[in-house]
T-cell receptor
Framework: DVKVTQSSRYLVKRTGEKVFLECVQDMDHENMFWYRQDPGLGLRLIYFSYDVKMKEKGDIPEGYSVSREKKERFSLILESASTNQTSMYLC?????????????FGPGTRLTVT | GENVEQHPSTLSVQEGDSAVIKCTYSDSASNYFPWYKQELGKRPQLIIDIRSNVGEKKDQRIAVTLNKTAKHFSLHITETQPEDSAVYFCAASKTGGTSYGKLTFGQGTILTVHP
């Protein structure tokens, strides 16, 4: 049973703070993804990673960076949080090349920037 | 890049009725089309998917149809039940190569099934 966990369910930060969101998966998946979910906009891809230390921008990377130092862990970093980054952040993972493309999601982190 | 449009944004049906959610995509190279269900307060979960070499796929009360020529695909839920109430997301992806299974999601449909 795939398990994807995220470091926090709820987070409140102040404008200008550096914010770290962590995601861990326990199924040796190659691919990991960070999305933000906003009502009426669906899930929008921020960044993804297909291997350790490898990353690619998604559709809305501005204001974010990522880090993948270990296969099981993918971090999303908000260098200087702004109020327009208040959102639900979802992490996901998938098996990788030659395997299933099903993405398994974490429970989400609801971030509020004040 | 790929663009996925999903309609309707909200759908309200009576228990036992059918529900249909439609999506269109822009990139003719997309060949994998999953549907995810997100219940209130929970994480999205895959409920059914279809690849471009198949026109229709069914799993009990849910089915997905794909029209590659028109670049649209639909989710059909028959005999709806209150537990079908959720947000449904369609998505599109290219498989293989350097796509890494990256999904582009639609905007979501809030389905409410009234007892």
């Amino acid at each position: 049973d795939v398990k994807v966990t995220q470091s926090s369910r709820y987070l409140v930060k102040r404008t200008g703070e550096k914010v770290f969101l962590e995601c861990v998966q326990d199924m040796d998946h190659e691919n990991m993804f960070w999305y933000r979910q906003d009502p009426g906009l669906g899930l929008r891809l921020i960044y993804f990673s297909y291997d350790v230390k490898m990353k690619e921008k998604g559709d809305i990377p501005e204001g974010y960076s990522v880090s993948r130092e270990k296969k099981e862990r993918f971090s999303l970093i908000l260098e200087s949080a702004s109020t327009n980054q208040t959102s639900m952040y979802l992490c996901a993972s998938s098996l990788g090349a030659g395997g299933s493309y099903e993405q398994y999601f974490g429970p989400g982190t609801r971030l509020t920037v004040t | 890049g790929e663009n996925v449009e999903q309609h309707p944004s909200t759908l309200s049906v009576q228990e036992g009725d059918s529900a249909v959610i439609k999506c269109t995509y822009s990139d003719s190279a997309s060949n994998y089309f999953p549907w995810y269900k997100q219940e209130l307060g929970k994480r999205p979960q895959l409920i059914i998917d279809i690849r471009s070499n198949v026109g229709e796929k069914k799993d009990q009360r849910i089915a997905v149809t794909l029209n590659k020529t028109a670049k649209h695909f639909s989710l059909h839920i028959t005999e709806t039940q209150p537990e079908d109430s959720a947000v449904y997301f369609c998505a599109a992806s290219k498989t293989g190569g350097t796509s890494y299974g990256k999904l582009t999601f639609g905007q979501g449909t809030i389905l409410t099934v009234h007892p």
